[in-house]
């Protein structure tokens, strides 16, 4: 099946920004992975999935805690970053090529299956965690962690939407904790955590320089951050620093379910 209008969105987004993506984005800390699965008993090795693996930061973490790891994107651009960092960590990943609403493995492949700030761009939300539980082995474990918002905050949640979307036209939708809790269980997991943490984004202008915003939709961007509304203010925490930068506090996602 060819991908549709939004995954090519994707896919080009990132084949453009690969770059931008490696040690210095905030995605290198990956404090946040081995922080999800602490007090879980989740046994270290076998057969790992990360889907939509970007820099590959989440792979590599996979791969230097004793999985066998395929990492997957729809951009061979971002696998090639993540092949590099792969090889200056001294570690072996495979990269696969393909969407993650339609995962190319037989039932039940992976003890794990990641997927690190990414689903916020997919086209069918449903269709990648059903996927996801098809190929994970009983007793596997998925992870997600994605940019959220906060249920029953419609103005906030639709003020972030606006913003994401011109400052990334590949952005689709920040699902909620609920959200998320649903369509995993609908999918035949077991939700064993599903926590939101605030998570800083550190500098507006580092934000767009990150994903290559255009000067028309920067504007437009800085317009809705100019006049928001009160929810959103409150909701992220929308502050100008002391030396001028522009920051706010997402939610940060974390859930695991085992099959
Ligand atoms: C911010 S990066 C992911 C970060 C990474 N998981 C990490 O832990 O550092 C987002 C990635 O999602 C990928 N992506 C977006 N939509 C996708 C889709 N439908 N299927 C597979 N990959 C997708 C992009 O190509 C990009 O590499």
Known sequence: MPLDENQI????????????????HILADVSDIAAAIEGLEIPRGGMALDIATGGGHTAVWLAENGWTVTASDLSPAMLERASELADEHDVKITTAVH???????????????????????????AGFVREAARVLAPGGVFLLIDGSVPDGESEAEAWIHAVEKFRDPSHG????????????????????????????????????????TTQDNRAKVRALISYPPEEAKRVFRLAQEPDGKITWWWLRLTLIARK
């Open 99 to 125: 969407e993650a609403e339609r995962l190319p493995y037989p039932d039940g492949t992976f003890q794990i299956v990641t997927c690190r700030v990414a689903a916020h761009h997919f086209t069918d939300q």
């Open 173 to 212: 939708r920040f699902l909620p904790p609920c959200g998320w809790a649903d369509l995993v269980r609908e999918a035949g997991l077991n939700v064993l955590r599903c926590t939101t943490t605030p998570f800083k984004q550190p500098d507006l202008e580092w934000y767009f320089e990150t994903a290559g």
């Open 9 to 24: 969105a994707s896919r080009d987004q990132f084949e453009r920004q690969s770059r931008n993506y490696g040690k210095t």
